[in-house]
């Protein structure tokens, strides 16, 4: 946990249920093998919007700010496999729904308006399945895993341990 930290690397995500985690690792193994860097069951997630490192007495505004949301939940189809050549990751995601990408949007919103500085990137809806992935392999056709999402939740991320949930958002 933090204890005496004075920075937390923090993102909000999609949190997979069991059964929806159990459906990603599923989908994972049509390309085991593709690297030696398998990203843990126990990480696999789906971000919405990365904070990277915050000071760590902004947790609270951060998670009231969150709570003030109130957006729709939505449906999110993961149906393909792909690769960042760059990043050199591959993932399986898939479309981002209108709903989904309003809730970025209002994330976005509400962590600017506390003034945080992260990088705003583009929401590209994919669960990092395998790091350190060289060159542009062939990938195969997958079935779509379909995920009712309800909630999200602000994770902290330390080296070498597994992420942490530190609270969870209920959509409408």
């Known amino acids: 946990m933090s204890g005496g930290k004075k920075r937390r690397r923090l993102f909000f995500a999609l949190w997979p249920s069991p059964q929806i985690r159990a459906g990603i690792v599923r989908r994972r193994e049509a390309i085991e093998g593709l690297s030696r860097r398998r990203v843990p069951d126990h990480n696999l997630h789906l971000t919405l919007l990365f904070l990277g490192d915050q000071r760590a007495d902004r947790v609270p505004e951060i998670t ?27 993932w399986l995601g898939g479309q981002a729904p209108a709903a989904g990408n309003a809730l ?18 583009p929401w590209a809806p994919h669960v990092t399945l395998f ?39 209920d959509l409408d």
């Open 104 to 121: 970025v949007a209002d994330l976005t919103a509400g962590m600017e308006a506390l003034d945080l500085g992260f990088d705003h990137r």
């Open 64 to 90: 009231a700010a969150a709570r003030r949301l109130h957006a729709p939940g939505f449906d999110l189809v993961l149906d393909r496999l792909g690769c960042f050549a760059r990043a050199r990751v591959a």
């Open 131 to 169: 790091r350190k992935v060289s060159g542009r392999p062939e990938l195969p056709e997958i079935e779509p895993l379909a995920w009712p999402v309800s909630r999200f939740v602000l994770i902290e991320s330390v080296p070498g341990e597994p992420y942490e949930p530190l609270a969870t958002f």
